[in-house]
């Protein structure tokens, strides 16, 4: 049988009538699908279309990036608890304050105390004419 003969045996055949029952729940379904918020699939069908034409030229290579990120986040993640213990330790600012005072007080035992020699501030030149000057560059 040709599909030209399918047709034509279809269009012989009587159309039957929706049960009455099947139509209310059709509509129902109908109803429902359209309460759905149209503005959110829609925003979602437009970021990803502009996300797949983006993407499009080197999806290898944004995937590879995407990995990438993906293996900082794990090695970020399974850090942080390790620093966070550290941080727990010395959580107050006191105890903060007395470590840095001792390692001040070790580094000047280990390096030296070293004494800055008192000099007195350089005194600023008086000013002198602007005609001077000049004649001491012609002169010298």
Known sequence: MKPDDFE??????PLRKIPTEWR???LSAARQATSTPHVFRSLLSAINSQLSTLLWPHPKAW???AA????LLVVNLGTASK???GAKRMSSPPQIFMALKEQRQLLTELIG?????AAEPAKPAAPRPRSERRKEFLIG
């Open 113 to 117: 105390a070293q004494e800055a020699p």
């Open 24 to 26: 209310a729940d059709i």
């Open 83 to 85: 620093t966070d213990a």
């Open 68 to 71: 990438i990120w993906l293996g």
């Open 8 to 13: 034509k045996n279809l269009e012989r055949l």
């Open 63 to 65: 995937a590879g990036l």
